[in-house]
């Protein structure tokens, strides 16, 4: 009987309980115990009571609740080969030899890492008396699946990531609330959301909410020239008879020096020009609440698939992160969408924001 177990890693996001849910019932549908790794990886090196196999009623009412009810963490130990050693020993102690890991680029590539140091960890666990040959037999590959759970939407090769949608919808209801109070006294409102390399949330909660102006990291600003750029449009559309003005900054925005830009600096532009100006740093309201139908909905078709690759899986396969593109759930390979993914952070390091606009284009192709 194949026993996985699956956990969620890094920050948490909407839709994260509903894979959990979908991998405990599809797995046990498909015939395989599903262990739930309480914590992230802290679960692994842990072990004991954070390593808990699951009945299909405990995952009851998760798809409409929000945050992980597993846990997550960022665990220090798992960074180290010691830590992950010991992360090998509790997964054989239980009989586990597959991982499906709902989180984000750093979680995934930790995931990949640990598979590719799977044989060496269990030859050491022989080496060093921990455990007998006889005992790892079974256990000679580990299968690693990654679902991506995020509300940047930062991964390549995927359209959208778990949670993504449900941030979204979140930041535009935050933007509606404050326009009704920004149009009543005329004010401007700067508007801080997440997003460190990727502008997705910034670009989209702009585009649904009709913002006047939007700073995301891929298309940085000209230094020096964005403050009258900003001016420029706020007061055409002033002068064209808009009450409120609304500038959506993402967390990560740079001008073309890669300077970061902060709301205080753009509600300091805004003052000048005259206008009422506050600013509004929507902060971890952006990852609360339930998950919208949409990441329900993804969440699910990815978790039951994210199984079925376990079962599919071969030592020869590269290890898959499932992913959505053009409305298909597909897999592809993890470490590929990982390196893609930081291949646009390094292309805005370096000031090549054309190739981060093509890097992050491409990554949405078959
Ligand atoms: P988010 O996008 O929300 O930040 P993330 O998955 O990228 O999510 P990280 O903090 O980078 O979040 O990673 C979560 C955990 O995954 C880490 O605390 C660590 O335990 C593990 N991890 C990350 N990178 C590695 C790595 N290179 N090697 C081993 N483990 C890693």
Redesign the pocket.
């Known amino acids: 009987k194949k026993k996985i177990g699956v956990m969620t890693?890094?920050?948490d996001a909407p839709g994260m309980n509903p894979a959990v849910r979908a991998v405990v019932r599809a797995g046990i549908f498909l015939g395989c115990d599903v262990f739930a790794v309480y914590e992230?990886?802290e679960g692994l090196v842990q072990g004991g009571d954070l390593l808990k196999k699951m009945e299909w009623g405990d995952v009851r009412s998760f798809l409409s609740l929000g945050g992980t009810n597993i846990g997550t963490a960022?665990?220090?130990a798992?960074?180290e080969r010691a830590g992950r050693l010991v992360a090998a020993h509790n997964m054989i102690l239980n009989g586990i030899d597959a991982l499906i890991v709902c989180?984000?680029?750093?979680?995934?590539?930790?995931a990949d890492?640990f598979r590719s140091e799977w044989p060496s960890l269990i030859e050491e666990l022989v080496s060093t008396g921990k455990l007998t040959k006889e005992e790892v037999a079974p256990y000679k590959h580990l299968t690693i699946v990654g679902l991506v759970g995020?509300i940047?939407n930062d991964m390549s090769s995927t359209d959208a990531t778990i949670g993504a949608y449900s941030s979204l919808e979140r930041i535009t209801e935050m933007v509606d609330y404050i326009d009704a109070t920004a149009t009543s006294h005329s004010r401007a409102f700067v508007v801080e959301v997440m997003g460190r390399h990727c502008g997705w949330l910034g670009l989209m909660s702009g585009i649904a909410t009709g913002a006047d102006f939007i700073f995301i990291p891929e298309r940085p600003p000209k230094a020096g020239e964005w403050q009258q750029e900003l001016k420029d449009v706020c007061s055409r559309h002033r002068a064209k008879g808009r009450r409120k003005t609304t500038v959506i900054v993402a967390e990560g925005a740079i001008d073309s020096e890669l300077n970061p830009i902060s709301s205080e600096e753009v509600k300091n532009v805004l003052v000048e020009l005259g206008l009422d100006t506050r600013i509004t740093t929507l902060g971890h309201v952006q990852r609360g609440g339930t998950a919208v139908a949409y990441d329900r909905m993804l969440a699910t078709l990815q978790g039951v698939d994210a199984v079925r690759a376990v079962l599919e899986s071969t030592p020869d396969i590269p290890s898959p992160m499932i992913g959505v593109l053009e409305n298909k759930i597909v897999r592809k390979p993890l470490v590929e969408a990982v390196k893609l993914t930081k291949s646009v952070a390094d292309a805005i390091e370096s000031k090549d924001f054309d190739k981060a606009m093509a890097l992050r284009d491409s990554s949405f192709e078959e």
């Open positions: 890693s890094g920050g992230g990886y960022r665990c220090a798992f960074r989180g984000g680029d750093g979680s995934l590539t930790g890492l995020s940047d």
